[in-house]
């Protein structure tokens, strides 16, 4: 089985900057792409960015200019960093990542860490 731990939300004010990461752990071949996803209170989950184990990204319009996706492939590890956060950021972030086991291809996602702007 393969597990994604999250870490690093919390409570910021608008303006501020928060580091996400996400370390996936179990029996990997291969992670093909890793990524970021939030759900905020009512509205459904939505794409933040992307990474592909060779270093191409893909960010949402959203978040442009403020948040970076980037990977630490040695360790099966990605982080966002999220700078000049705006109130409508707050949300729950929740990372996953397309898996090469030694018995399928599979999508695993981590169980979410809650980012809060606020004044």
């Known amino acids: 089985q393969v597990q994604l731990v999250e870490s690093g939300g919390g409570l910021v004010q608008p303006g501020g900057s928060l580091r996400l990461s996400c370390a996936a752990a179990?029996?990997?071949?291969?992670?093909?792409?890793m990524g970021w996803y939030r759900q905020a209170p009512g509205k459904e989950r939505e794409l933040v960015a992307t990474?592909?184990?060779?270093?191409?990204?893909n960010y949402a319009e959203s978040i442009k200019g403020r948040f970076t996706i980037s990977l630490e492939d040695s360790k099966n590890t990605w982080y966002l960093q999220m700078n000049s956060l705006k109130i409508e950021d707050t949300a729950v972030y929740l990372c996953?990542?397309?898996?090469?086991?030694?018995?399928?291809?599979?999508?695993?996602w981590g169980q979410g860490t809650q980012v809060t702007v606020s004044s």
């Open positions: 996953n990542a397309d898996v090469l086991t030694a018995l399928r291809f599979s999508t695993y």
């Open positions: 179990g029996s990997i071949v291969k992670i093909t792409v």
């Open positions: 990474i592909s184990s060779g270093g191409s990204t």
